[in-house]
């Protein structure tokens, strides 16, 4: 039997959607919202009728029947602490993101998108990896000051995707082996997998700096800086996520255009870039005390994990911990799509939302 899975990913000032047959991609595409039309909206759900119009009247226009889905599954938005893997959307999850969720995001359209065109195809809507998964060990959440407790922000559906995929092609199960993920993209987190279950992370403001984000900076420094006078905290914010990291250095964010400034010979270029793989082999050693040592397979994936110069710099300062496995792209929609195909197939359960 196969299934048909229309998957859902909002964005900023897009909304992502593709629909497979189960592993083959029968077409996707990115509907783009002007921003003259998203400043219409108050408030991030106000969005909904509107996105939710957006893609049904696309899937009119392509001639596809809603009702040939077998499943429809949004990105996963920002509820409190969930675990990894698939949900049913309920009243419940649906409630939770409309009047308290932890904060204003795109993805909190997912669900209800999800759910509103599931009504219609007769089927089950789902979330899978939501970006609030939490599956922290208790001492992994311990900072240093109270107040301030380390809690689980990473690329979780990317990343637990790609080491799902690679423990099938090493013909194991992914609950059976240990893995450290890096995602390369805009932002950069890592995370490590323990026998099924992401025990512990590095989020995009405590560890490596990437186009657009600082990432760990000294800490007094920072407190210095803030109460400079010289700044506003919106400034400041801008500084840690947006204007960070190679953009603060080079005023350039594609990576490739950093590759191509290093072959023209421009060393400060290099310096930074090479940075940048520096503290991401870094970061992947911190995680590797997390397990004792006992990590099977180093994934590098992500958008910029397409740079053989980067990923070779990465490459040779961990692959003495474990063998390294190149694995490039976002890969989110592919991700959102395979996860509810194995709950349909019965090789994953999906979990029931509550508070």
């Known amino acids: 039997m196969s299934y048909k899975i229309l998957a859902i990913n909002p964005g900023s000032t897009s909304t992502k959607i593709a629909v497979y047959e189960d592993e083959r991609e029968l077409f996707t595409a990115t509907l783009d919202h002007p921003v003259e039309e998203i400043e219409k909206y108050d408030h991030i759900q106000d969005q909904y009728e509107m996105r939710k119009n957006v893609v049904l009247s696309f899937l009119g226009e392509k001639g596809f029947d809603v009702k040939e889905l077998s499943a429809v599954v949004g990105r996963g938005g920002m509820l ?42 007769g089927v089950k809507a789902y979330i ?19 107040d301030i407790p380390r809690t689980s922000t990473s690329h979780v559906l990317n990343t637990r995707a790609m080491a799902i995929k690679l423990a099938k092609k090493m013909g194991k199960k992914y609950e059976d082996m240990n ?13 490590v997998h323990q026998k099924g ?40 914010l801008k500084k840690l996520r947006g204007n960070g990291g190679i953009k603060a250095y080079l005023g350039i964010i594609d990576a490739r255009e950093v590759e191509r400034l290093i ?34 397979y180093i994934i590098l994936t992500g958008g910029i994990a397409y740079s053989e110069m980067l990923t070779n710099w990465i490459k040779k300062r961990v692959e003495f911990i474990a063998p390294v496995e190149i694995m490039p792209g976002e890969n989110e929609m592919e991700s959102l799509a395979y996860g509810i195909l194995r709950v349909l197939r019965g090789e994953e359960k999906f979990r029931v939302y509550t508070e």
């Open 80 to 121: 409190p602490p969930v675990k990894s893997g698939a949900y049913e959307v309920n009243e419940l999850m649906l409630k939770t993101l409309r009047e308290k969720p932890y904060m204003e995001h795109a993805s909190n359209l997912g669900a209800p998108i999800a759910y509103e065109i599931a009504k219609v195809a």
């Open 128 to 146: 899978y990896d939501s970006v609030r998964v939490d599956e922290l060990n208790e001492i992994a959440r311990i900072s240093g000051m109270p």
């Open 179 to 191: 893995f450290i993920v890096a995602h390369l993209g805009g932002g950069i987190s890592l995370n």
């Open 197 to 236: 279950q992401i025990v512990d992370i590095i989020s995009d403001d405590e560890g490596p700096f990437s186009p657009e984000s600082a990432g760990r900076v000294p800490c007094r420094k920072l407190i210095e800086l803030c109460y400079s006078g010289k700044y506003d905290k919106r400034t400041m």
């Open 263 to 296: 072959e023209k010979g421009d060393e400060k270029a290099r310096l930074i870039y090479e940075a940048m793989a520096y503290q991401v082999a870094k970061g992947i050693g911190e995680l590797a005390t997390v397990v004792e040592g006992n990590v099977d």
